[in-house]
């Protein structure tokens, strides 16, 4: 936990000269397993700020193995974000995901593309969490001999395709450290530090964000070993 306040007095000072505010984000779900290589995910998240809940939505996720180093997945979120009368605005916006990882002894790292389509928008000006953006992710995660946490730590940048004045640019960067529990059965248990900040933007607003998330693995079908439920050791989630 230490090392999280330091990364949170570092990124303040980073930012220094720029509006920085703290939000928590919680996500809990299920995954259910329909057989080796399809798998279905519902899960809701919340993001919640000074003022409550700032932006909740469930999500559905449709993912399939066509090998161990490549994914690719669908998501389905329905986005309620709070506006400044304290009403909610919603829309739809789906995410269409290409996964490729790679897997050495303990060492396990990723790289996710990301195409999302929202279908109308919640700001009055253009949001790269929200609104249309492609966005690029690495990841790299650790398994430690004899430790309940792996270590976990990605970047994610943010680009606007659309023709505008402020738009075909990378305008947000996204670092994530953290650690996964590695627990034995169908939890999936992660924490972690978020610096979300706003580049080539006029007046921004950078995010401190403490991450939260639970998942519960099911498995629908029958294996050799006849086990219902999996393993999550080294599973990625969507942050």
């Known amino acids: 936990m230490r090392y999280l306040v330091l990364l949170s007095i570092f990124a303040s000072s980073f930012s220094f000269g720029q ?5 928590t984000w919680t996500e809990t779900g299920t995954k259910f397993a329909l057989n080796k290589r399809l798998s279905l995910g519902a899960d809701w998240s919340n993001r919640i700020g000074e003022n409550g809940f700032a932006t ?17 997945s669908i998501d389905f979120r329905y986005v309620l974000k709070k506006q400044l009368d304290a009403t909610y ?18 060492l396990s790292a990723g790289l ?55 738009g075909r640019r990378f305008n947000e960067i996204r ?22 900040q706003k580049i080539n933007l006029p007046a921004p607003v950078n995010k401190q964000i403490l991450s939260l998330s639970y998942m519960y693995n099911v498995k629908l079908y029958k294996d050799k070993k006849n086990v219902k439920t999996t393993s999550t050791k080294n599973a990625s989630r969507d942050l």
């Open 112 to 166: 996710r593309f990301r195409y999302q389509y929202q279908f109308s928008n919640l700001n009055s000006q253009y949001d790269s969490e929200f609104d249309k953006a492609f966005r690029i992710k690495p990841n790299i995660e650790y398994d430690i001999n004899n430790s309940v946490i792996s270590p976990v730590v990605s970047v994610e940048f943010f680009y606007d395709p659309n023709y505008s004045d402020l």
């Open 89 to 106: 605005q919603a829309s739809g916006r789906v995410n269409f995901n290409t996964q490729f990882n790679y897997h050495k002894k303990r």
């Open 56 to 72: 909740v939505f469930p999500q559905l996720s449709f993912k399939y193995k066509v090998s161990d180093w490549f994914r690719p």
């Open 19 to 23: 509006t920085n505010i703290f939000q």
């Open 175 to 196: 670092y994530f450290v953290g650690g996964s529990l590695d627990l034995n059965g169908p939890h999936q248990i992660q924490i972690g530090y978020m610096f979300n």
